[in-house]
C-alpha cells in the first residue's frame, strides 16, 4: 500500500504551466474553463498557506495533508437517508435513486447501516415496486429503469433475505421486455426515451438477479456498439457527442453480457484517458467541457473496465500497478475541490453539495485509491491512511463482496419463464403513441 | 439522474405560492392565513374525488419535506390516476404536476394520454412545451414530450428555430441536440444544417457539441468517401488548428475522419503536421504524430524501425514532459507499441495473441519477424 503524505501535484512547480492555453482567441469554452482554474488556483493556494504554517501544534498537523471529511460527510448521509428539505421536490421522482446514493456512499465510508433503517429501506423499496413490474421514482408511480436500477442496487446493498425477497423477479422479467425494443435497445419506461442508460440499467439489474433469458438482450450489443462514434467515446444514442456518463453505461452493460471486444477498445481508452483535465486533476464529461466531480466515476471508473477488457483480450503490456488515469491527481481534486465543510461532496468549487455528487465524488475516490481486484490489490491513498474507503465493484458500483453475494442468492434461483416468449411482440405495445 | 436542490434558472415553487398567497389574502380576506392558497381540497370542483396520501410505508426512508401546494396537488393526482380519469381538469392539474417537479414522468405519461383522449388542440401543447423547455433546458421528459407532439402533428416546422433559440442559450444542450438530430433524420431537412453548424464554430471553435454535428451532417449527406469532400474537412480542420492550436475538439475531429482510411495514407499530412510543429506545437498535435506513426506501422510493410523509434520517443516526450496526466496512458502506449512492433530490445516478449479487431495480423507479424 502506498501512502503519499506528500508532496501533492497540485503544490508542484510545473503545476501552473497545466492551465488552459486560449492561443489569443477567447471562446465562451476557454472563459468558462478559465474561470475554473482560476477557482481551483484559489482553494490550492488556501490550502497551501495552512500547508506550510509551522506545525506547532497537533491540530495544523493533522490539517496539513488532504482530508477526508468522514465524519461531516456520515452526518450528512445519515439525516438524508431519513429526512430531505423541499429542495428535493424536483427528486420525487427518483428516491430509490436517494437510496442507492446514500447507502453506497455510506457503504464506502464503510459505516454500518443500523438494521431497523435497513429493513425500513426494504419496506419503502417495496411500496416503489410496481404492480406490473420493476420499480419506480416513488410510490403510485410508473415504474422506469432507472430507479429500478437504483432499487436493485440499494436492495443488494442491505443485503438481507428481507431485502433480496423484496424484488419480483417473474414481474421484472416481463417488464424488462415491455420495455425492449426491435432494434435492440430499451425505452426508459413505457412510453419514454431511449438512450444508453436503459441498456445498462435492465443488464445489471437481469444479471444481479438472474433473470437473463436467450432473448432478453437479443441485438443490445451491436445497439450499444453504434453509439460509440468518431471521437471514441459513446453518446446517448447514434449520432451524439461522447459523453462520460452514457460511455459508462454503454461499456458496462457490454461488459455484463459479455461483448465489450466490439467496441473500439484502443479508441474508447484515448478518448477517455483525454477526458482527464491536466490543471484541476478531475474528469469532465465531454471534450471542451468543464470538469465536475461526479465523472470521477462515469469516466474514471471506465478505466478499470477498459484494463480488464485488454487485458482479457491477451494485453501483456498492461500496468500491474495503476490505472491509466493519473490516480494521485484524481483524488487531490475530490479531496481539495469537491468536499463541502459541513458535510457531502459536490461538482466544483462554488457549487452544493447533493447526494448524486457524494455518491460518485466517494466512487471515484474509491477507483482512485485502489487498483486491481482480490488477487491483485494496490492502493494509493492521498493524505492520511483514515482517507481509504471501499473498493466498489467497477461494474455495478456497489462494494464487491456484495455484487458476490447478490449473485450467489439469486442463482439459487430458476430463471423465470417469461409471459412473452418472443420480445418482437412485446415490443408494439410499447410504441409510443399512449 | 441528476440530484440536488434546484438549480437556479429555474422558478422556485416557494416564490409561486408566495405570490399566490398575496393574491389569495387580498381577494379572501375572510379565509383564515393557513390555507391563503386555493388547495384542491377546499375547492367544490375536487369535491367528488378522494385525494389519496402517499403511502412510504411505516417509518418512512428519504422523506421530502413536500410543501403543502405539493402535497395537495399530488395528492389529487394520485386519485386521478387510481380512477383513470380522462377529464379536463385532470388535464388541468397534469400542467400543476408538472410545475411542481418536471421530471415526474408518470404525470407526463398520464398528460399524453389525456391529450389523446380528450383531443386536445395540439398546437396549444406546442406553445405550451415551448415553455416549459426554455424555463427547464435540461430535463429529459420536456424534451421528449415535444418529440411525441411533433411526431403527431407530423409537423417539424418550429423545430431547427427553436432549438437554435435554446442553443443560443447554451450551444451544448446535449437534450436539444439529440432533439435536433432526430429531427434532422426523421424529416431529412439537411440542406441548412452545415451553414448552422459553421455558424456556431465561427462563434465558438472549441464548441465540441458542434463539431460532433458536423460529422453528423457531413455522415448523412455527402459522406466522407468522396476525395473532394474529405479534402476539404480536411483543409477546414487545419485552418481552424491554425487559428487555435490548443483547441482539442479539431484535433479529434482531423483523427476521427482519416482513421477510417488510414491516417499514414493521406498524402503530405505528416509533412504538414511536422511542419505545424515548428509553430503550432501542442500535446494534440504530438499525439496526433504518435497516430500518424502507429497506423504507418500497421498498415506499412517493410523496415519501420525509423518510425518506431520516433512514436517511442514522442510517447516519452508526451509522458514526461509535455502532457503527465497522461503519463501511464502515454507510457502504456508506448510499451504497446514497442511490443508489438518489435524493437529489438532484448526485455520484449511477444504479446500473447490479441483477439481485438484490427490486430489479428499484427500478432502475426510479430511472431514471424521478432524470434528474440
Known amino acids: 500500500m502506498e501512502s503519499v503524505s506528500s508532496p501533492l501535484r497540485c503544490f508542484g512547480e510545473c503545476h501552473t504551466a497545466e492551465k488552459y492555453t486560449d492561443d489569443g482567441v477567447e471562446t465562451v469554452t476557454s472563459v468558462e474553463q478559465r474561470k475554473v482554474e482560476r477557482s481551483i488556483q484559489e482553494v490550492v493556494s488556501v490550502y497551501k498557506q495552512i500547508h506550510s504554517l509551522p506545525h506547532t501544534t497537533a491540530v495544523f498537523a493533522t490539517m496539513t495533508e488532504p482530508t477526508l471529511l468522514r465524519d461531516q460527510h456520515y452526518q450528512y448521509l445519515k439525516k438524508g437517508l431519513r429526512h430531505l428539505s423541499d429542495a428535493y421536490e424536483c427528486l420525487d421522482a427518483s428516491r430509490p435513486w436517494l437510496c442507492y446514493w446514500i447507502l453506497h456512499s455510506l457503504e464506502l465510508l464503510e459505516e454500518p447501516v443500523p438494521t431497523a433503517i435497513a429493513s425500513d429501506v426494504c419496506k419503502f423499496l417495496a411500496q416503489c415496486q410496481s404492480p406490473t413490474g420493476g420499480f419506480a421514482g416513488g410510490p403510485c408511480q410508473a415504474a422506469h429503469l432507472a430507479p429500478t436500477y437504483a432499487a436493485v442496487n440499494a436492495l443488494c446493498i442491505i443485503g438481507t433475505q428481507e431485502a433480496y425477497n423484496i424484488i419480483d423477479r417473474e414481474k421484472l422479467l416481463s417488464f424488462l421486455f415491455s420495455v425492449k425494443q426491435p432494434d435492440g435497445s430499451f425505452v426508459m419506461h413505457i412510453g419514454g426515451e431511449v438512450d444508453v442508460r436503459s441498456t445498462y440499467c435492465a443488464a445489471s439489474v437481469a444479471s444481479l438477479t438472474n433473470i437473463m433469458t436467450p432473448t432478453l438482450f437479443q441485438d443490445t450489443p451491436t445497439w450499444i456498439v453504434s453509439c460509440q462514434n468518431w471521437e471514441g467515446g459513446l453518446g446517448g444514442v447514434p449520432g451524439l457527442e461522447a459523453h462520460g456518463g452514457y460511455t459508462f453505461c454503454g461499456m458496462a452493460a457490454l461488459v455484463i453480457l459479455g461483448k465489450e471486444h466490439m467496441l473500439d477498445l484502443k479508441?474508447?481508452?484515448?478518448?477517455?484517458?483525454?477526458?482527464?483535465?491536466?490543471?484541476?486533476?478531475?474528469?469532465?464529461?465531454?471534450?471542451?467541457?468543464?470538469?465536475?466531480?461526479?465523472?470521477?466515476?462515469?469516466?474514471?471508473?471506465?478505466?478499470?473496465?477498459?484494463?480488464?477488457?485488454?487485458?482479457?483480450?491477451?494485453?501483456?503490456?498492461?500496468?500491474?500497478?495503476?490505472?491509466?488515469?493519473?490516480?494521485?491527481?484524481?483524488?487531490?481534486?475530490?479531496?481539495?475541490?469537491?468536499?463541502?465543510?459541513?458535510?457531502?461532496?459536490?461538482?466544483?468549487?462554488?457549487?452544493?453539495?447533493?447526494?448524486?455528487?457524494?455518491?460518485?465524488?466517494?466512487?471515484?475516490?474509491?477507483?482512485?485509491?485502489?487498483?486491481?481486484?482480490?488477487?491483485?490489490?494496490?492502493?494509493?491513498?492521498?493524505?492520511?491512511?483514515?482517507?481509504?474507503?471501499?473498493?466498489?465493484?467497477?461494474?455495478?458500483?456497489?462494494?464487491?463482496?456484495?455484487?458476490?453475494?447478490?449473485?450467489?442468492?439469486?442463482?439459487?434461483?430458476?430463471?423465470?419463464?417469461?409471459?412473452?416468449?418472443?420480445?418482437?411482440?412485446?415490443?408494439?405495445?410499447?410504441?409510443?403513441?399512449? | 439522474m441528476r440530484g440536488g436542490a434546484r438549480k437556479g434558472s429555474k422558478k422556485s415553487p416557494k416564490l409561486i405560492m408566495k405570490t399566490r398567497s398575496v393574491i389569495c389574502f387580498t381577494a379572501l380576506p375572510s379565509l383564515s392565513p393557513s390555507r391563503l392558497c386555493s388547495y384542491k381540497r377546499d375547492r367544490k370542483e375536487w369535491a367528488d374525488l378522494e385525494p389519496v396520501p402517499q403511502d412510504d410505508g411505516p417509518n418512512p426512508v428519504v422523506k421530502i419535506a413536500y410543501s403543502d401546494k405539493f402535497t395537495d396537488v399530488y395528492d389529487y393526482f394520485r386519485a386521478l390516476l387510481k380512477n383513470d380519469e380522462k377529464s379536463d381538469r385532470a388535464f388541468t392539474l397534469t400542467a400543476e404536476a408538472i410545475e411542481l417537479n418536471a421530471a415526474n414522468y408518470t404525470v407526463w405519461h398520464y398528460r399524453r394520454v389525456l391529450l389523446q383522449a380528450l383531443e386536445k388542440d395540439l398546437r396549444e401543447e406546442m406553445r405550451y412545451i415551448t415553455a416549459i423547455i426554455e424555463d427547464q433546458p435540461k430535463n429529459y421528459q420536456v424534451w421528449h414530450h415535444r418529440r411525441m407532439v411533433v411526431e403527431w402533428l407530423n409537423d417539424p416546422s418550429e423545430e431547427l428555430e427553436f432549438i437554435a433559440e435554446i442553443l443560443s442559450q447554451d450551444a451544448k444542450n446535449y437534450h436539444a441536440w439529440q432533439h435536433r438530430q432526430w429531427v434532422l433524420k426523421e424529416y431529412k431537412l439537411w440542406d441548412s444544417e452545415l451553414e448552422y453548424v459553421e455558424q456556431l464554430l465561427e462563434e465558438d471553435v472549441r464548441n465540441n457539441s458542434a463539431w460532433n454535428q458536423r460529422h453528423y451532417v457531413i455522415s448523412h449527406t455527402t459522406g466522407y468517401s468522396d476525395p473532394s469532400i474529405l479534402n476539404r474537412e480536411v483543409q477546414y480542420s487545419l485552418k481552424q488548428i491554425k487559428k487555435a492550436p490548443h483547441n482539442e475538439s479539431v484535433w479529434n475531429y482531423l483523427k476521427g475522419i482519416l482513421q477510417d482510411r488510414g491516417l499514414s495514407s493521406h498524402p503530405g499530412l505528416l509533412e504538414q503536421i511536422l511542419e505545424l510543429k515548428e509553430t503550432h506545437c501542442s500535446p494534440y498535435l504530438l499525439g496526433f504524430l504518435v497516430d500518424i506513426y502507429e497506423d504507418s506501422l500497421e498498415n506499412t510493410s517493410g523496415d519501420q524501425v525509423e518510425v518506431l523509434s520516433k512514436a517511442l520517443e514522442l510517447c516519452e516526450l508526451l509522458a514526461q514532459e509535455r502532457d503527465t496526466i497522461r503519463r501511464e496512458y502515454w507510457s502504456y502506449v508506448g510499451r504497446s507499441l514497442q511490443t508489438k512492433y518489435c524493437s529489438g530490445d532484448p526485455s520484449t516478449t511477444s504479446s500473447a495473441p490479441e483477439t481485438d479487431r484490427g490486430s489479428a495480423s499484427v500478432s502475426v507479424h510479430q511472431e514471424t519477424t521478432c524470434n528474440s
Open chain 1, 267 to 434: 479508441s474508447l481508452l484515448r478518448w477517455v484517458a483525454s477526458r482527464q483535465m491536466r490543471y484541476e486533476g478531475g474528469f469532465q464529461g465531454r471534450c471542451n467541457k468543464l470538469v465536475d466531480g461526479c465523472y470521477s466515476f462515469w469516466q474514471a471508473g471506465l478505466l478499470p473496465l477498459l484494463h480488464r477488457a485488454l487485458f482479457k483480450g491477451g494485453d501483456s503490456t498492461l500496468s500491474l500497478q495503476k490505472w491509466m488515469f493519473e490516480q494521485q491527481a484524481l483524488q487531490e481534486y475530490i479531496l481539495l475541490c469537491c468536499q463541502n465543510p459541513a458535510g457531502g461532496l459536490l461538482d466544483k468549487p462554488g457549487k452544493s453539495r447533493d447526494f448524486y455528487h457524494t455518491c460518485y465524488c466517494l466512487s471515484g475516490l474509491s477507483v482512485a485509491q485502489h487498483f486491481g481486484n482480490m488477487d491483485l490489490h494496490h492502493e494509493l491513498i492521498v493524505g492520511r491512511e483514515e482517507n481509504r474507503l471501499a473498493p466498489s465493484h467497477p461494474v455495478y458500483n456497489i462494494c464487491p463482496e456484495k455484487v458476490a453475494q447478490a449473485i450467489q442468492h439469486f442463482h439459487q434461483l430458476p430463471v423465470p419463464v417469461p409471459a412473452q416468449k418472443e420480445v418482437s411482440s412485446a415490443c408494439n405495445t410499447t410504441a409510443d403513441h399512449s
